[in-house]
């Protein structure tokens, strides 16, 4: 906990003058009109209005109007309007002043945004889950009428998160949490990139304290031999454009603490692979927009005179911006040291936008029209939303914080090739959507050169390569991979095509087959063997062995013979795993009143287990969790990065409290997730590995083998989080086997 901090008069008129006249000196070399007389009113008002009123960690409250007020100058890049607005933005609610108050003294417009901002403060949630969504839906609806209200709102939030420190743990997981769900994916759509990345990595380093360290540590120690590697890189591509006659800047870019974490998690990747991907960006001076282009690819052609090109992966987001209006344009180049590093050219205003985005674009005032035109679909999709009456508050939140995701992907063929598909397409849908042949053939994809099965969905920016083979053939259950219509038509009618051909193929397979066995063809031979596959008939029977879908094996023949006992592996899957339950009866409730500054200590000696684990992320112990008092009283503990606990801290934020893991544990369930190669005898190896090598009770084990990929889903109990790492660690050692790793 931070000390209160303790000032003495001069000293804080010191600190708030500072404050000020760096706001004013910002709001000086910017390109706006000056109107300081208002600003400086506004501050003087301000400052009568919250005297002698402190923030939490002892300064003088007017500190966080002014710093609002330069985030809302500086790094959004808004005028007097909205420095204004921001340096009131508290005024009405923490003090006696109203909305007539403000308007008398500063005008419609600026009491307009004040008022706006009144109305969504005090946290967006309440304590009550259907406040929450409506003060969200006044939010939106506020914002609708002014923009300004919601950039203001987040340059509020933004310094409410760099200064969370001084908030008890409690809330801050609270504050933290809404962040990442409301206020890091609204600053991506709006284009303010270096907000979202700041917003992000700061409630991460609340959520994740160790890992965010540790992450930090990892940064650290790799950094010289990094600058090493760039410097080399830079130096020849320095002298070239200094030849050019360019004013620019080229830096290497250092990837978020946040962005690193959640790469490592989503890919099951160590911090090594993660990091080791290096990337610079190059931003010039041009003063005429016309120029920009010419420049950027002048500066591509000095750039692989010297390096070698890596021709998959230009993106040209000049000719075709992103939708929230990013334009630069990307390389990849093999470096001296033989690293491959991304290379991203823009132009100073193309960074400004990028950066700070839309608002940055009207300090511009150019080429307007599309991204305001983007800006109104957004707005108007929102109302929408606001319109159509929503059962539940709740699912009201979720809807928009989906549609804040942009409703389309754009993903890239091997040669480079731009497709856009609809959000949740598959490697399946891309497959049929190249070509019907591709479609039907498809066994499963290759994603940034990572194996995925064909219903892995894709995301925009993927480098997708569709894997096919000659002995695929289209199934119908391919059709819940699919959402794009001209994949499901397609596939459709590959299969009406194909079916006739698979059964007359698989009628003369079995036929040769039970010959070659001395089999006689007779009709109960037929009827014994739809009957051994659990086929519905005769057809079904020929089409799942022309599929594939049933080996035509000795244990075909042996089932033939009644005296069959069946193969050791039929007897090992009809006896399942033993199975030991977790104790989940007799928890000792929560007694007392919660406390944020206190650590709950998670215990289940001699049976008397105090908290129970939540189902739908099943933490178990050595993982970052974080305990809700239920409504019987009992503690549940969540993972921190569990979705459900984060619609839990938006609405029960006063239930949560902190938890540390006691040493002495039973048994606990955790996930495997594995995919690999399906090869023969894989799957063999790995359940030997798990159920022979490892101590470990297993209670569920779920293969799936697919056209080629296989996935294997495992429940097991364990004691410690160390020993589903350590067999993970194992099984990625099994040749074929791509990932293993426990999931949620
Ligand atoms: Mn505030």
Redesign the pocket.
Known sequence: MTETIKYTPEQEEKLINDAYQNLLNGYLNSNHRKKVEIIDKAFRFACEAHKGIRRRSGEPYIL??IA?ATIVSQEIGLGSTSICSALL??VVEDTEYTVEDIEAQFGKKIATIVDGLTKI?GGIFGSKASAQAENFRKLLLTMSDDIRVVLIKMA?RL??MRTLASMPPAKQYKIAGETLYIYAPLAHRLGLFAIKTELEDLSFKYEHPDTYKKIGEQIATSEARRNEIFDHFAAPIRKRLDEMGLQYEFKARVKSHYSIWKKMESKHVPFEEVYDLYAARIVFECPKEQDEKRICWNIYSEITDLYRLHPDRIRDWISTPKANGYRALHITVMGPDGNWIEVQIRSRRMDDIAERGFAAHWKYKIGEGEEESELAVWLQTIEDILKNPEPNAIDFLDTIKLNLFASEITVFTPKGEMITLPKDASVLDLAFNLHSQIGSHCIAGKVNHRLVPLSHKLATGDQVEVLTSQSQKPQPEWEQYLVTAKGKTRLRSAIRHDRRQVIEKGDKMLREFLAANGQEIVPETLTRIISIEKAPNKEALFYMIGNNEIALSQQMIKALKPASNGGILAKFLRNPFATKATPDDGIVKFEGKIDASKVYHLSSAQGHQNYKLAPCCHPIPGDDVVGYVDDNNEVVVHKMDCPELGRLKISYGSRLLQTQWDASQATFLAVVHIEGRDRMGILHEIINLISRNLAINIRRLDIKADSGVFTCELDVLISDVSVVNNLCKKLKKVDGVTSAARIS
Do not use: G, L
Request: aromatic share 0%; charged share 20%.
């Open positions: 966080h109007p609002v933005h508290d403060s509020d310094h409410n």
